[in-house]
């Protein structure tokens, strides 16, 4: 029986840090954790055992075009279908394609993430080669596909009255025999007709909804025109998804409309600092109640590592808040780890207790610039680095080790 002794254990939904006399585990799942009195503070080290971690949202298929899109607006990068994106992807094949993949997987896990949710391009193709890497590497990969093609031309979508082209639910039903379920850029990219089918296929097939909502002003104003609603107040009539992604420009009244709604939303506070836009209001949506994941958006912005993202949003929230007792750091890394509860269920716990899936990090306070951290939390999300990983479990598999590390 794999197991470690006189550690620190994140234990439970609210992550409360204790010393463990034993940390061990079976096959998949958890069978021992021997608490003692909670642990905030260290003197001399320790290893740390917390949640595997959860990206809540990338493309990881630009991943093989990194900082491509360095100098480039959101539209001129990342729009279909003459964005640079989009004529990059085209231009690799499967073959060409697949080893950026794995390779970033790979990297995720020695990070510590044990999954993502992935918003891929290039339809049932690119879904069907995410899908390929993942099953190498071990890491889970939520993939919400959209489609390879739009649908509709400009004027059609002006309209908004053309319901989903025959050919393009053929591929959606082909699509979610792959993916995990469905997301298109904006809700500005199919009609309302379309959406709502969209919706009901998905639901009867159990498939995750989501949607890029507030990214920019362009998005709110583009619905309105259309629709008269808000690009948000529209996802949540015609779509229904289980997570909105952004909420970068969300206003007071967005903000309360998100909680009422008591969907998860995903923010992404340095790709949209990479792209000059506003930065999400995260303090607000906090202070709302609003379930938050986190994540790293496109691999052509950012690194898929989250112990940057969850630095920069910690403090971007502790400046909105002008309060440096607000957010709790706890509060932050549960957006990359218990909060996933909520947004997806099953067995995706986000936490660590006995008999639940053995999917954990091994993190070495031992080092120097951790090893008498004041605050455990707060160090987690403010000091650790990728460097300070030593291992990577999701359901007992190890993803990854360092050389160095033994039980």
């Known amino acids: 029986m794999p197991e470690l002794r006189d ?51 990338t493309h990881l298929g630009d991943s093989a075009l990194p900082d491509g899109a360095a100098g480039l607006t959101l539209e001129e990068a990342f729009f ?5 994106k989009y004529r990059e992807l085209a231009r690799l094949s499967a073959d060409e394609h697949l080893p950026h993949l794995f390779a970033h997987l790979r990297y995720m896990a ?29 890491i889970e990969s939520i993939i919400l596909s959209q489609f390879d093609r739009p649908p509709f031309s400009a004027d059609e979508l002006r309209a908004n009255s053309a319901p989903l082209p025959a050919p393009a639910r053929d591929e959606l039903l082909a699509i979610l025999e792959v993916a995990d379920g469905f997301s298109e850029s904006t809700i500005n990219d199919l ?29 709110r104003d583009t619905s309105l025109a259309i629709s008269g609603r808000g690009d948000l107040a529209r996802a949540l009539d015609v779509f229904d998804p ?44 906090l202070r709302a109640g609003v379930n938050l994941l986190i994540g790293t958006d496109n691999g052509m912005l950012n690194s898929p590592a989250l112990f940057a993202e ?62 008498a951290t004041r605050h455990i939390h707060a160090s987690i999300v403010g000091r650790v680095t990728p460097a300070d990983v030593l291992a990577t479990y999701r359901s007992g598999r190890e993803l990854w080790r360092a050389a160095s590390f033994n039980w």
């Open 191 to 219: 009609t309302d007709p379309a959406w709502r089918e969209i919706a009901a296929i998905t639901s009867t097939r159990h498939k995750l909804r989501a949607i890029h909502c507030l990214e920019n002003a362009g998005y």
């Open 310 to 371: 969850l630095d920069f949003a910690w403090k971007l929230a502790r400046s909105q808040a002008g309060d440096p007792r607000e957010p709790d750091p706890a509060a932050i890394l549960k957006m990359a780890t218990s909060n996933i509860r909520a947004a997806l269920g099953g067995d995706h716990f986000g936490y660590l207790a006995h008999g639940l899936p053995a999917t954990f990090v091994v993190l070495d306070f031992h080092a120097e610039h951790l090893r």
């Open 242 to 285: 289980h997570l909105i992604v952004h909420l970068t420009v969300a206003n007071a009244d967005e903000i309360a409309l998100m909680a009422r709604s008591r969907k998860t939303a995903v923010i992404n506070p340095r790709a949209n600092a990479t792209l000059g836009l506003p930065l999400p209001p995260v303090a607000d949506l």
């Open 80 to 84: 279909r279908p003459d964005g640079y």
């Open 110 to 138: 020695r990070c510590g993430i044990v999954g993502h949710i992935d918003f891929r391009e290039q339809g049932l193709a690119g879904a069907r080669l995410l899908r390929a890497a993942a099953n190498t590497a071990g």
């Open 7 to 57: 550690c620190i254990v994140l234990h439970g939904p609210d992550l409360v840090p204790h010393r463990a006399r034993r940390f061990a585990w079976v096959h998949d799942s958890i069978t021992a954790i021997e608490l003692d009195a909670p642990c905030h503070q260290l003197d001399d080290g320790a290893l740390v055992v917390m949640p595997g971690m959860y990206n809540g949202h």
